[in-house]
């Protein structure tokens, strides 16, 4: 039989479940309207094709999704799987951030964080774009939480405390682990996509990117800003080269390719792969997915090796 203190515990996570599905059904507008430069407040919710109003009942994440089968009342189109899935991903995102950090200060730290995470990435995915309009707040308000909750694995008070000579109080310590996060990865992204265009000629890297990283810098402080990098960078050159193989063996731009080899421009396939290497792969989803990654699964993983090596 269930105690009394289970059924509590119950109807929280069933709580913070629903309230991630809301937040998420938000960050569907903001995903959807911020890169358009309109605004995320009015109009209401609204079908893209036929421009009808979405009734309240028909606003409800997930389950409307479900019950109009997936198409809009009025003029039928399709809706996309993105709205069902991003509440989703939130909702279950928001149980796991509330598991690791109960009702504190941290908590509320953690779900914002989140929260500009997953829009972000499925920015970049859906238009390339990394808006300055969540990433600049995004920045502020990540050096305001990293003072109230210090980032963890902070190095911060190493260094202050051998240039002042005493310990400093934790907002001081916090906020300059936000600094350190946010500038390191902001410099080393600005620093290699120099880099990178001084030897191809072209651009490989958007400020964009640099801007998110130094944003994640100011939430996670400077050490796991590092594994964000590490971890961001090497699922995107692993999904990258994925991506690359799959344009290239669908067909990826091959009458681009086949006018090019009636001009005399060179060879079918080796054409047909410059194209495919040309794609603009999302770096911000990869180091997206990196952040979620270091703040959900590190902890545990790290907890994990602890444990084994006692």
Not at 290 to 310: D, F, I, K, N, Q
Request: proline share 4%.
């Amino acid at each position: 039989m269930w105690q009394s203190e289970d059924v509590i515990n119950a109807f929280v996570y069933v709580f913070v479940f629903l309230f991630g599905l809301i937040i998420g059904s938000f960050l569907n507008v903001c995903i959807t309207r911020i890169p358009e430069e309109l605004s995320i407040v009015l109009p209401g919710s609204r079908c893209p094709r036929c421009g009808a109003a979405i009734h309240p009942l028909d606003n409800i994440p997930v389950l409307s999704w479900v019950m109009l089968g997936g198409k809009c009342r009025d003029c039928e189109e399709r809706i996309s799987v993105m709205y069902p899935a991003i509440e989703l991903l939130t909702g279950i995102l928001f149980v796991v951030c509330f598991m690791q950090f109960g009702l504190s200060v941290a908590l509320g730290k953690w779900l914002f964080y989140t929260a500009l995470i997953i829009v972000l990435s499925v920015t970049d995915l859906r238009t390339r774009l990394l808006p300055d309009a969540v990433t600049l707040p995004g920045l502020g308000m990540g050096l305001v939480f990293s003072a109230a909750v210090q980032p963890r694995n902070g190095v911060a008070f190493l260094l202050l405390e051998r240039l002042t000579r005493r310990a400093l109080p934790g907002p001081v310590v916090g906020l300059a682990e936000g600094l350190l996060g946010a500038g390191f990865a902001a410099l080393f992204l600005w620093g290699t996509g120099r880099a990178y265009r001084a030897w191809k000629g072209r651009e490989g890297m958007g400020l964009g990117d640099v801007k998110m990283m130094a944003m994640v810098g100011a939430f996670v402080g400077l050490r796991d800003t590092l594994t964000v990098l590490l971890l961001g960078t090497l699922l995107g050159s692993i999904g990258g080269i994925w991506v690359i193989v799959g344009l290239y063996a669908g067909g990826y731009k091959r009458g681009v390719a086949e006018r090019a080899v009636r001009r005399g421009m060179g060879a079918l396939n080796r054409l047909r792969w410059t194209l495919a290497r040309r794609y603009w792969i999302p770096l911000g989803t990869y180091l997206g997915v990196g952040a979620l990654l270091v703040l959900y699964l590190l902890p545990y993983l790290e907890t994990m090796w602890s444990a084994g090596r006692h």
